[in-house]
């Protein structure tokens, strides 16, 4: 019986801020992004997310004087994860097993949410504030295995906190993540690891690297000259890394509209350059953004 591998789809991509998500929150802002209020995981994390159709951004921090969470800490600011989704975060570790696959045992974690609402019915316009737990389960791969930053999983058991749509709209027209950008010394590497865990058919052979498809996005990883090429001097600081996660297409419903909150935000060094617009690094917190129709 040939083997059954997970579907390859993207739940949403991590931006390490260390200890400075005030500084990226209000930046992130200023590129027209929605925000959500701030989150508090029971892990000893907080975040803001940007709420997409499907998938979303996450800024990350350590809470202060909590030592719990080494990794954000002890990782460069900029982007620095890239999370599956998936329905079953078991049977994904599952099936990685058997693949043989390096994966660790999946965690149950959350954040408490303030919804409005009778009890029970979110948004029913009430304007009663009562305060849920939204529910994560996760299951990564080790950080040995993967230098340019972390791979994981992430099962949502309640999906109605999360994809809300009043934090879908964004004044930069924002709807999804296209592609996320890795630099690697050795493209093939993750390539292969990519094709142990959902199969060779998601894997394509690309110029300088190849390419992962994650259901309505992909994963493309380059040569750290080719990710010169594609972005020049808008392209990240390597700080001396070999492997890095460096760069998100963000799909937008207008040009003109990220040109406005450009503007509006007093964000510089951006670029029109055919059907995209070019954000770079220094302005984004360490990432760079690539907006596209």
């Given amino acids: 019986m040939p083997p059954v591998f997970p579907v390859a789809t993207l739940d949403h991509v991590v931006i390490n801020t260390r200890d400075r998500i005030d ?48 990794e954000i800490m002890g990782a460069p600011i900029g982007l620095n994860g890239l999370v599956f989704g998936t329905e079953d975060a078991t049977a994904t570790y599952e099936a990685l097993c058997r ?66 749509d009043t934090w879908r709209h964004h004044a930069n027209g924002a709807v999804g993540v296209a592609r996320a950008v890795i630099a690697a010394e050795q493209p093939g590497l993750l390539g292969a690891l990519f094709a142990r865990m959902f199969g060779p058919q998601a894997v394509r052979p690309a110029d300088d690297g190849c390419t992962l498809i994650a259901g309505l996005s992909r994963f493309d990883v380059v040569t750290p000259m080719a990710l010169w090429e594609m972005f020049g001097e808008a392209a990240p600081d390597s700080r001396g890394r070999q492997d890095y996660m460096a760069a998100l297409t963000i799909r937008t419903l207008s040009l003109d509209a990220v040109e406005t909150a450009l503007e509006a935000g007093g964000i510089r060094g951006w670029d029109r350059i055919g059907t995209s617009v070019l954000v770079p690094a220094r302005e984004a917190f360490g990432v760079t953004i690539e907006f596209s129709v």
């Avoid at 929605?34 to 809470?63: C, Q, V, W």
């Fill in 23 to 70: 500084e990226a929150a209000e930046l992130y802002r200023r590129l027209g992004f929605t925000l959500t209020p701030r989150g508090y995981h029971t892990l000893g994390s907080m975040n803001h997310l940007a709420m997409f159709g499907t998938d979303y951004l996450e800024l990350i921090a350590a809470k202060p004087g909590d030592d719990s969470r080494p």
């Fill in 99 to 164: 693949a043989e696959v390096a994966i660790d045992p999946p965690r149950q974690f959350s954040r408490p949410v303030e919804v409005t609402g009778r009890a029970g019915v979110l948004g029913s316009g009430t304007g009663t504030v009562m305060t849920r737990d939204a529910v994560f389960r996760t299951t990564q791969l080790p950080r040995a295995g993967t230098p340019a930053g972390r791979f994981y999983f992430c099962q949502h058991l309640t999906r109605d906190l999360v994809w809300r």
